[in-house]
């Protein structure tokens, strides 16, 4: 069980997890739908998961377990409590474009 509690998922992984589930039941309203921004795990002895994503109202609470039942498909986490914190990204995506050397 402690093996289990100290299991620790690389980001990678958890994007593909996260992303693979948010597209095949994605939660949406009107025409808002949720985007994964970032996944990772923020602590282990208490395996904890951050999820950033563009719309928080749209993360209900059973939309979180349905995430966190995702997680225990892959990584068992078997007699271990997790947990899923869904936070807004503060960052807004902007493309960047490079300006054009002037001689």
Known sequence: MVRERRQRIPSKQLMNIMSENII???PSSG???????????A??????FLVFV????????SYVRFLE????????FIG????????????KEKRITPKPKSK
Not at 80 to 91: E, G, H, N
């Open 69 to 76: 039942s995702s997680i225990r498909q892959h990584y068992p």
């Open 43 to 48: 602590n282990l002895m208490t395996p904890t």
């Open 80 to 91: 271990t409590p997790i947990r899923v914190l869904v936070r807004a990204s503060k960052r």
């Open 54 to 61: 563009n719309h928080i109202d749209l993360a209900t609470s």
């Open 24 to 26: 095949q039941k994605p």
């Open 31 to 41: 025409r808002r739908h949720l985007k994964l921004k970032f996944a990772t795990q």
